[in-house]
């Protein structure tokens, strides 16, 4: 999430463009990789962390709905690099994010959410189908819904199915977890002269070649006006912080 361009157009670009001042309803986007230790596996007490952030945004009157990757526990693109057929290789991996869906379902339901898992790939024996109308009415009823199987079709990723969930489920913003506080200039672990954006616009960052989300989801995401904000979920009650409004991340407007 970075580009080599003076640092000068990020102020430029907040005074054009204004944050979304009542956030009702939001589509938390967060990795696979972020719930393992090392990017690799489901760790319960990583889980546990990302459970507790959300449940402090519930606990606001905020409406959450969450899609999940699954990186951590299978990267289809990987396998199809070695020569599985590529359709397969994505079911698998939509597969992973229903693994990631119910570890964070009962990790939510600890912290005393009311939590619903739905599936965009049918296995009702463990989670419901992914219906838009029944995952609204468990949001207008304040449960937290968890979003696995991606879109359920191969060659799409998890950044295009949380667009596409976010404009379904009339959301007002995607708030896309990372471990990174927002998006810079230039990578700031590797130009000190970096800057953070404190608002950025669709255009300005498809011209920077910034790489907010993959280029599928971030044009969904345009067409639709679709607010994004890139956040560091694992600074502790950040997430609910960028609910309230304060300065912290990078929205893309």
Same mark, same amino acid.
């Given at each position: 999430?970075?580009?080599?361009?003076?640092?000068?157009?990020?102020?430029?670009?907040?005074?054009?463009?204004?944050?979304?001042?009542?956030?009702?309803?939001?589509?938390?986007?967060?990795?696979?990789?972020?719930?393992?230790?090392?990017?690799?596996?489901?760790?319960?007490?990583?889980?546990?962390?990302?459970?507790?952030?959300?449940?402090?945004?519930?606990?606001?009157?905020?409406?959450?709905?969450?899609?999940?990757?699954?990186?951590?526990?299978?990267?289809?693109?990987?396998?199809?690099?070695?020569?599985?057929?590529?359709?397969?290789?994505?079911?698998?991996?939509?597969?992973?994010?229903?693994?990631?869906?119910?570890?964070?379902?009962?990790?939510?339901?600890?912290?005393?959410?009311?939590?619903?898992?739905?599936?965009?790939?049918?296995?009702?024996?463990?989670?419901?189908?992914? #219906?838009?109308?029944?995952?609204?009415?468990?949001?207008?009823?304040?449960?937290?819904?968890?979003?696995?199987?991606?879109?359920?079709?191969?060659?799409?990723?998890?950044?295009?199915?949380?667009?596409?969930?976010?404009?379904?489920?009339?959301?007002?913003? #995607?708030?896309?977890?990372?471990?990174?506080?927002?998006?810079?200039?230039?990578?700031?672990?590797?130009?000190?002269?970096?800057?953070?954006?404190?608002?950025?616009?669709?255009?300005?960052?498809?011209?920077?070649?910034?790489?907010?989300?993959?280029?599928?989801?971030?044009?969904?995401?345009?067409?639709?006006?679709?607010?994004?904000?890139?956040?560091?979920?694992?600074?502790?009650?950040?997430?609910?912080?960028?609910?309230?409004?304060?300065? #912290?991340?990078?929205?893309?407007?």
């Amino acid at each position: 999430m970075s580009a080599s361009e003076p640092a000068g157009g990020a102020r430029q670009t907040a005074a054009r463009l204004e944050p979304p001042r009542h956030i009702k309803r939001i589509l938390l986007k967060i990795s696979g990789e972020s719930l393992g230790e090392d990017n690799v596996g489901v760790a319960p007490k990583v889980v546990a962390e990302v459970a507790e952030q959300i449940a402090r945004v519930q606990r606001l009157g905020v409406e959450v709905a969450v899609v999940v990757g699954g990186g951590n526990l299978m990267r289809g693109a990987a396998f199809a690099q070695q020569g599985t057929n590529r359709a397969t290789a994505d079911h698998m991996g939509m597969l992973a994010t229903a693994i990631n869906a119910l570890a964070l379902q009962d990790a939510l339901e600890r912290c005393g959410v009311e939590t619903r898992a739905a599936c965009a790939v049918e296995m009702k024996t463990v989670m419901e189908p992914y #219906i838009r109308r029944r995952v609204i009415r468990h949001l207008e009823k304040g449960r937290a819904v968890v979003l696995a199987g991606g879109t359920g079709n191969p060659y799409f990723t998890t950044d295009t199915a949380a667009a596409l969930r976010a404009t379904e489920l009339g959301v007002d913003a #995607i708030f896309k977890a990372t471990k990174v506080d927002g998006v810079y200039t230039a990578d700031p672990r590797k130009d000190p002269t970096a800057t953070r954006f404190d608002v950025l616009g669709f255009r300005e960052a498809l011209d920077r070649d910034l790489q907010v989300m993959d280029r599928t989801a971030f044009t969904l995401c345009m067409e639709n006006r679709m607010p994004i904000m890139v956040f560091d979920m694992f600074a502790a009650g950040n997430m609910e912080r960028a609910v309230r409004g304060d300065n #912290i991340g990078t929205w893309v407007l």
